[in-house]
């Protein structure tokens, strides 16, 4: 039995001060009513699926539309321009996504304004930052 917050829905929504949007079985969205973010929400398999890497069967199938309809969904009932969509995977080990509603003037930025201030002094793969594209793209370009 995995000890994971998120398979406790109850106790998670009490953790996150969430209520349920929507949920059927095999998803459950769940709006964070505490932050800076008006709308932001949590998107996450019922099943204990611990990354994103991970996901597989029918959550595997059915991940693309859903998060397709909840985005929309959030950005209607926000009155957003879009909803953003973010994977990190760091905290809780179970995969979820978190959506922000994005509105102009808010203090979400997409592209670089995602990053800190600090540049990181290795990349992902030990490798400087500069001149890591052409491997990374290499290494992609054989997934294809
Ligand atoms: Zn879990």
Do not use: K
């Not at 106790?11 to 800076?36: K, Q």
């Not at 959506?99 to 808010?106: I, K, T």
């Amino acid at each position: 039995m995995v000890d994971c917050l998120l398979c406790h829905p109850a106790a998670a929504d009490a953790a996150f001060d969430r209520v349920r949007l929507w949920e059927d079985d095999l998803w459950r969205l769940s709006a964070v009513l505490r932050g800076p973010i008006p709308g932001f929400a949590h998107l996450e398999p019922l099943r204990h699926i611990p990354f994103v890497t991970d996901l597989d069967g029918a959550e595997a199938a059915t991940f693309g539309p859903v998060l397709a309809r909840v985005t929309d969904a959030l950005r209607v009932a926000a009155d957003a321009e879009r909803t953003y969509v973010y994977v990190f995977g760091d905290h809780v080990p179970h995969f979820h996504v978190n959506l922000a509603p994005h509105r102009a003037g808010d203090a979400l930025r997409g592209g670089p304004g995602l990053l800190g201030s600090q540049r990181p002094r290795r990349g992902p793969h030990g490798s400087s930052g500069r001149g890591s594209g052409s491997a990374g793209r290499t290494r992609l370009t054989r997934l294809a």
